[in-house]
């Protein structure tokens, strides 16, 4: 009912950015709680950041400072802006949503993931 299609991922060398997006299509009436969670290779699927509808925000201990999330709901779309990008930020990244996808119905909806690789 909703489809997330992620881009932005690729190959980046220690100290640099990359910047994720997450867009949203389907049938839907609202999108609420936008946010990222990323897997690393060999360990368990990890929470990155969220996004409120009104535009609140909270990151992982691990991205402060260096991750941005922010989001355009004239267009449903999510975004996560990665600076100072570190070996350890490698790891399958995956965009997330709470959609009402019917009157009054919400229901968690994921992408299909995007890799990220930092490495020199």
């Known amino acids: 009912q909703v489809e997330l299609v992620e881009s932005g991922g690729g190959l980046v060398q220690p100290g640099g950015s990359l910047n994720l997006s997450c867009a949203a299509s389907g049938s839907f009436f609202s999108i609420q709680t936008m946010g990222w969670y990323r897997q690393p290779p060999g360990k368990a699927r990890e929470l990155v950041t969220t996004?409120?509808?009104?535009?609140?925000?909270n990151y992982a201990d691990s991205v402060k400072g260096r991750f941005t999330i922010s989001r355009d709901n004239a267009k449903n779309t999510a975004y996560l802006q990665m600076d100072s990008l570190k070996p350890e930020d490698t790891a399958t990244y995956y965009c997330?949503?709470?959609?009402?996808?019917?009157?009054?119905?919400?229901?968690?909806?994921w992408g299909q993931g995007t890799q990220v690789t930092v490495s020199s």
């Open positions: 997330n949503l709470d959609a009402e996808y019917a009157l009054k119905t919400y229901k968690t909806f």
């Open positions: 996004i409120s509808k009104s535009g609140r925000t």
